[in-house]
Structures are given as C-alpha cells and as structure tokens.
C-alpha cells in the first residue's frame, strides 16, 4: 500500500479547519515536509486563529474567515478537522467532485492498524488513554506512542514515527471515529469505556452519537481484541459490532487495589487498563504499581491546591451533566460547586435530582449560563437556597465560591456544561481557575 505521505507528494492539500488545539498545524507541516502545497481553511479570522498559526510551517497558505468553493476546487486533497461537521456542505460537494476527504488520526489507523489501541467512551477515555499509555510504556520503554483526542497532537505527524513503535495508543472522540466508517477501519485493541448523552447540539440523536462511536469496532476482524466495560450497557452497545474478540472488565476485578483516584468511575478506568495488561500477558504486579502510582490528568478532578483549610479541585473537563454528576459523588468533604456554561443540547433532569439530594453539597456559583435558562430554572427550583450568585467571569467565580467556603471543605469546579459562552474551551476555562486559585 502506497503511504499517504507519498501519495500527497506535490498535490495540493487543503486543511479544512485549522482549529484552536494545534492538531492541525502538525498535519499542515506533515504534508509540506512530504512535498505538498497547503493551504489551511476556517470560518475563524486571522485574529481569533492568531495563537495557532504562529505555529504553521512556512509556506503554507491562508484562507481565513469562511471557507470558500474556490478552496475545494483547488484541492487534491482535503483533511478535515475533526470539529467540522460531515454534513458540511463544501465537503459533500468535495466528494461528489471525488475528492477525498480524510481525518489524519483515520490515516493514521489505516497504515499502522496492526499496532493501534483505540480508547474511546463519552467519560474516562482521557484517563484510560493515559494509565494504558503509561503501563505500555513501563513494559516496552520508548516503544510507544500517544496520540488522537489530545490537544496538540497530530495524526499525520505520527505518520513519520509510527514504523518504530510498538503500540500506538490513540484516545479517540466520536468525531474522529465518524471517518473511521468511511475507510471502513478499526483498531487492532479498541477500549470501550462507556456511553452516556453528549454532543446532541451535533447529533441529531443518541442512535447517531452511537454509530460513530461505533467506528472503534465495527472494522475488526476475529484477529483483533475489543475490550469493553461489562457495567455500562452503552459500552455494550458499541463493542457488538464488529468481529473482535469481546473481552469484559468490571470494577469488582479490582477491589483492593490502591489509588489515589477518587470516585467509582476511575475505578471502572483502572479495571480498563488491567484487562488490557491480563490480555497482552503484562504481569498484574505492573498494572497495581501504575494504579497506586498515578494522581491523575489535569483538569479532571485535579486538586490544585488548599487555602486556609479550603481545597480547590478543577474538573473543568465536566463538560456534561453525567461527569458532573461523577464528581458530586466522588465528593468527601462538603463543597462548593461552580456550575454552568453552554448547551450542547444534553438531558439534565438527574444531575438536577443528585444535586438536589447531595448531603455534601453546601453552596453553588452559576457561572455565565445565559443559554441555559431552563436549566438554571431547574436547578433554582432543586436547590436555590444553596445558589450564593452568578457570575460573568471565573474571577468572579472563584470569589464567590471562596467567600462561601468554610475550612474543612472544598470549592468544586465541575460545570456540567460547554466553556464556549465565556471560555475558548474547557481548557481555557481550566486554565483561568488554576491561575486565579494560584494567586489567591
């Protein structure tokens, strides 16, 4: 098979998306250091791209603040950020032109399939992505690489180094996963760690959000592994498709073993990483070590620091009800939550019941909110005795929310909703708490 990056060699290659994360600028240098012309497409202006395109190799060119028909007919090639949607309509007039359009993490899985982990689950996959990385890595040093729904990283950039890995452990969104049906291709090892509503401001359904995870097995054949977690009938629901040989985890494989982790569900993610290490023959004396060894990611129930008496965790990654819901009850000391943000269209109806019924939680901040009327209705009907203001800003927030803490307890970042009514990103609004709770 022809690598993608001979075939590109002197054609033009049209970015579709440059995006804030940086991913994209990896694919535009990979394709100008394989002899392409580039140019790079996004409805964002060169001001509000102006972070990333300082990272763009020389050479390429811009086509900034819409995307344009003049775009597709110039291309040879489209790659498609993962953040556009499929139904774009410049993108179906690309392959009706025959046109190919691609996502570079699919390429990816493509050339290397053999030697891929594919992570994937609506909670959890960052964390599982990681503790399989690192107890990989502990067996096989510097044989094996990470990539996928990670901020910065590059599909097409791992293209280059993916020949000497071993293992390639990918953590893959159901964006991403959606291009893995169209070239029809799965990883060698997928890891389900659940489904839960998410993203239904792009789906128009659940049944939807579930095909394109589904990406992640419906390609294996009897030689591949799908590991899945047994308690989730979601993760069920994806990992049936496909050939792969099943394999089930359950929390309860793991009882006794130490972590510093807190909650049920990050359980659940270390019994993914031990079924893993029992199906590759890894000792279970390796995975207990990682399990008692590993604090955790940052921005996912990341403690940051305490201040007189009170302690400040950031889960700003809670961008739905579901991981919010996740971290009240991973709680153990009385709290105050900061809560709110975007839309993304999901149900709430139970984090406004566990809020309601939680005996930890004391206080709560609104922050921003104003597209999510009903929901701030909802919760001031469940909890409005508890609700000590709104704020516009996470300054303001994290005043709020300190001025009502006591010692002994702790101020809970875990909004449950979108960033993008105040934030960049859920990393931006991650970022800003850090900062303000390091200077307080």
């Given at each position: 098979?022809?690598?993608?990056?001979?075939?590109?060699?002197?054609?033009?290659?049209?970015?579709?998306?440059?995006?804030?994360?940086?991913?994209?600028?990896?694919?535009?240098?990979f394709c100008v250091g394989h002899g392409s012309r580039v140019r790079v497409t996004d409805k964002k202006t060169e001001s509000e791209l102006a972070k990333t395109i300082t990272?763009?190799?020389?050479?390429?060119?811009?086509?900034?603040?819409?995307?344009?028909?003049?775009?597709?007919?110039?291309?040879?090639?489209?790659?498609?950020?993962?953040?556009?949607?499929?139904?774009?309509?410049?993108?179906?007039?690309?392959?009706?032109?025959?046109?190919?359009?691609?996502?570079?993490?699919?390429?990816?899985?493509?050339?290397?399939?053999?030697?891929?982990?594919?992570?994937?689950?609506?909670?959890?996959?960052?964390?599982?992505?990681?503790?399989?990385?690192?107890?990989?890595?502990?067996?096989?040093?510097?044989?094996?690489?990470?990539?996928?729904?990670?901020?910065?990283?590059?599909?097409?950039?791992?293209?280059?180094?993916?020949?000497?890995?071993?293992?390639?452990?990918?953590?893959?969104?159901?964006?991403?996963?959606?291009?893995?049906?169209?070239?029809?291709?799965?990883?060698?090892?997928?890891?389900?760690?659940?489904?839960?509503?998410?993203?239904?401001?792009?789906?128009?359904?659940?049944?939807?959000?579930?095909?394109?995870?589904?990406?992640?097995?419906?390609?294996?054949?009897?030689?591949?592994?799908?590991?899945?977690?047994?308690?989730?009938?979601?993760?069920?629901?994806?990992?049936?498709?496909?050939?792969?040989?099943?394999?089930?985890?359950?929390?309860?494989?793991?009882?006794?073993?130490?972590?510093?982790?807190?909650?049920?569900?990050?359980?659940?993610?270390?019994?993914?990483?031990?079924?893993?290490?029992?199906?590759?023959?890894?000792?279970?004396?390796?995975?207990?070590?990682?399990?008692?060894?590993?604090?955790?990611?940052?921005?996912?129930?990341?403690?940051?620091?305490?201040?007189?008496?009170?302690?400040?965790?950031?889960?700003?990654?809670?961008?739905?009800?579901?991981?919010?819901?996740?971290?009240?009850?991973?709680?153990?000391?009385?709290?105050?939550?900061?809560?709110?943000?975007?839309?993304?269209?999901?149900?709430?109806?139970?984090?406004?019941?566990?809020?309601?019924?939680?005996e930890k939680l004391q206080k709560i901040v609104i922050l921003g909110s104003a597209h999510i009327p009903d929901a701030v209705a909802a919760l001031r009907a469940v909890a409005?005795?508890?609700?000590?203001?709104?704020?516009?800003?996470?300054?303001?927030?994290?005043?709020?929310?300190?001025?009502?803490?006591?010692?002994?307890?702790?101020?809970?970042?875990?909004?449950?909703f979108a960033s993008f009514d105040l934030f960049e990103n859920e990393f931006d609004r991650g970022r800003q708490f850090n900062e303000i709770v390091r200077a307080l």
């Open positions: 098979m022809t690598s993608f990056g001979d075939s590109i060699h002197g054609r033009n290659v049209l970015i579709y998306g440059l995006g804030l994360q940086g991913g994209a600028s990896g694919d535009a240098a990272k763009l190799p020389p050479g390429v060119e811009l086509s900034l603040g819409g995307h344009s028909e003049a775009d597709i007919t110039w291309a040879d090639y489209v790659i498609k950020n993962p953040g556009v949607p499929d139904d774009e309509p410049l993108l179906i007039r690309a392959r009706e032109a025959g046109k190919p359009v691609y996502t570079s993490i699919a390429l990816l899985v493509q050339e290397f399939r053999d030697r891929t982990i594919g992570v994937t689950g609506t909670r959890g996959k960052s964390t599982t992505t990681e503790l399989i990385f690192r107890l990989l890595n502990m067996v096989y040093p510097g044989e094996v690489m990470r990539g996928g729904n990670i901020p910065g990283t590059s599909g097409l950039a791992l293209l280059d180094e993916a020949a000497s890995a071993r293992y390639i452990v990918l953590e893959l969104s159901s964006f991403q996963l959606a291009a893995f049906h169209e070239l029809r291709v799965s990883p060698h090892i997928s890891v389900v760690t659940n489904l839960y509503p998410d993203h239904l401001n792009r789906y128009n359904s659940m049944a939807a959000y579930l095909r394109d995870k589904q990406g992640v097995a419906a390609y294996q054949t009897s030689t591949d592994i799908c590991i899945y977690n047994q308690d989730n009938v979601g993760a069920g629901d994806i990992a049936r498709v496909g050939q792969g040989k099943k394999i089930t985890y359950t929390a309860s494989t793991i009882t006794g073993w130490p972590s510093s982790l807190p909650g049920a569900h990050n359980r659940e993610n270390i019994a993914a990483m031990a079924a893993l290490a029992k199906e590759l023959g890894i000792e279970e004396q390796v995975a207990q070590k990682l399990a008692a060894d590993f604090s955790g990611l940052p921005y996912r129930q990341e403690t940051i620091r305490e201040v007189r008496g009170v302690t400040y965790i950031n889960d700003t990654t809670a961008t739905t009800p579901t991981a919010t819901i996740k971290a009240i009850e991973a709680a153990t000391s009385p709290f105050v939550l900061i809560f709110g943000g975007d839309t993304k269209g999901l149900p709430y109806g139970e984090l406004m019941k566990i809020i309601g019924n939680s409005g005795d508890k609700i000590v203001g709104t704020a516009t800003s996470m300054q303001e927030a994290v005043q709020l929310a300190t001025a009502s803490a006591h010692p002994g307890w702790s101020v809970l970042l875990s909004p449950g």
